[in-house]
Each structure stands twice: as C-alpha cells, then as structure tokens.
C-alpha cells in the first residue's frame, strides 16, 4: 500500500478540520477521498473545499460500503462513535475516532473486541499527548524522577464555553445526544493526560453540577475525589463557567513536586533524598528535606495546538503503513471513559464508585436521565436516536 484513502464521516467542527488539512495533504502517505454528513449544507461546504475527486455522501453506510476508503475519522455525536467504528471494522476499514470512543463502558468494550479480532488499526484522536510538555512529565514519572506517587490536584477550568455554545447544535449538552458535558467534552482530554501520568484510580467520589451556571442538563462543574492503589489521592476540578480560568496541575511524589501550568510552564522541585529516607533519619521535628529546583528542559517546541490533531493522525497513517507504533490506540480510551463513568456514577449514587465500574449500573442510570429528560432546545435528530438504539 502507498497510500491510505481516507474517509471522515461528520464534517461538523472537528470533521471540518480534519477535511482541510488532508485535502491539502499535509499528511504523507494519506489522500482524502470521501466525505459524509446528513446535513446537505455541510455537504456543500465540503463540495466548494476539496477538490474534484473527493466523493460526497449523506450518510454513514454508503460511504463505509463505498468501496473508496481505506480507513475513516469518526467525527459525529459521541453515542454513533462505537456504532460506525463496529461498521467499518466488519467492512475492513481502519478507524481513527475522535474523542470520546463513547459515551457508556459497555459499548466501548464491545466495539474494542471487534477492533481486536479484526486486526486493524484504531485510533483514537487524544492529540494532547503530543504536547511536548505533558510528553515530558510523562518521562520524568516513568523514569522514577518524582518517586513514589503521593497527590496530584488537576484544575481544568480554562474551557469557557458560553450559552451560544450549546444552543448551536440540538444534541449539544444533553443526556439524549451527548451523554454527558464538561467531562464527556471539553475535559476529556484532561482525564486522558490525568490518567496517563497517575494511572486510574481504584475509586472515586464524583460531585457534578448539572445546569449550574447554563441552561443545559449536563454537567458544566465538576469535582472529583480520587483514591490510587498505594494510596495516593488526587483531586480534578473542571468548568466551563469560569473567566478568567484556570489550567493547572501539581503532582507530589516522595522525590519532588511538578507543577505545571497553562500548558506552558514546568517547575520541578526536587528533594535530595526521598521523603521517606529523610522522616527515618530526622531528629529535628522542624527539618525538612533539602529541595533543589531544577531546570527541567524541553527541547521539542509546541506548536499550535491543531498541530496536535496533525501529530495524532500521520501516527495512525504510519502505523497503518509501516508498523510504527500508537501513540493513542483506541483501546485505551476505556481507561478515560471508566474515569468519566464513574464520576457520573458516584454522583447519582451519592457514594464511592470502584474502578473498574460496574458497566450494567452506569448504562441503566444513564437511561434513567435520558427517559427522564425534559430539556428541550429543539428536536434532536430521529436518525441519531435510531441509530444509537443500534449499538447493541
């Protein structure tokens, strides 16, 4: 193969970037070669902005049955993700979806068992762990540099979303056609950097608010407690209410501290023995361990932060052609969801959830609030509430 054709499906927002930058090929090895969506405006967007030889589709099935592409990016409303990558598997296709791979655990673990007995490739488009900082506070945990975990407090509150936001489209913010809010959206690229550098927790207490500052169902602040395997604890705060906000991370270990903020800035402060080796030995009750702050460099330089999107998919492409390893398979985007889930979860049951959750609870609570719903800013497609009743 020297090529990989390339289909998206859902040319919204995201699917529209994702069409300009392949129509131009700034991907090597990757030609755009189709595209689809139920709505014919965007269809026409997508006539008027690619050339000649990319097919224009108004839905899914026909595109995946087309014949044209090798592989496709999953650009639609979370619920459909599972559906059409389960699709494009059994028709032999490759799949980059975009985040989240679904909105509920039981879904996402069925579309992982098809993507692994198909033996494609699937991706899913986590494109901050292409960012040169979160890369490298990944290398310093790995490489024991901040020792044993101890706490990390992650703020993500630099998401503003206003109310014209969430009336622009009908599934937005909802429980029918989103499944979920700040967590399930805008944050969960936060959770994916949060469990990529901790891991998952063994339990979490949620605290959502729902409709708390917009007029929308879902959550849009959240705080999460956070209990790890040795005992660590980690706090996640998110909104997309706050201005100014706030994006920071601070992660204690036995070795140090890390802080990084707004993406940009890494303090490292370093204890010249560990926390553990200096209580044994300290007589003074008011000595502390000597720290040093280090100089932490970083030689990549970050880019804009599409660059990221850019990053994500020529690694799909190369990995398709040439074997090169994920840098965000698929399959790991249960460890973020269980996270998600689980939060939601210990809010409507006002108690502590273990991970992994129980998949069955999550899914019938979640029916609950979609059967329960009274919010309405207009009528979400009966095509998408057909199509995810499909997904099992």
Known sequence: MDRVRVGIIGIGNIGSFHTQYLDAGEIQGAELS????????????AKSHTGETVRQFDNADDLIDSGLVDAVIISVPHYLHPQYAIKAFERGLHVMSEKPTGVYTKQIKQM???????????????????????????????????????RVNYTMSDCYRNQSYHNSASWRSTWKGEGGGVLLNQCVHNID??????????????????????????????????????????????????????????????????????EKNLTFWRNRKTEKEFNKNATNGFDRPEVWKCEVP???????????????????????????PLIAPGVEGIRVNQIINAIYLSTWLDDWVGIPIDDDLFYAKLQEKIAASTFSKGEIKEQIQEDMKKTF
């Open 112 to 150: 992982n068992l098809i993507a692994e007995k198909s033996g494609l490739t699937f991706g899913v488009m986590f494109n901050q762990r292409t960012t040169p900082i979160f890369k490298k506070v990944r290398d310093l945990i790995n490489d024991g540099e901040l020792g044993e975990l101890r």
């Open 34 to 45: 189709a595209v689809c969506d139920i709505n014919p405006k965007r269809l026409e967007w």
């Open 193 to 262: 950097l949060w469990q990529g550098m901790c891991g998952v927790p063994v339990r979490i207490r949620g605290f959502c608010y729902f409709g708390k500052y917009r007029e929308i169902e879902t959550d849009d602040e959240v705080t999460a407690f956070a209990e790890y395997e040795n005992g660590a604890s980690g706090v996640f705060v998110c909104s997309t209410s706050e201005s100014p906000g706030t994006n920071r991370i601070e992660l204690v270990g036995d070795r140090g501290k890390i802080v990084v903020e707004d």
């Open 298 to 324: 970083i030689l990549e330089v970050q880019k804009a932060y599409n660059d990221g999107h850019k990053k994500i998919f020529q690694n799909f492409i190369n990995n398709i052609m040439h074997g090169e």
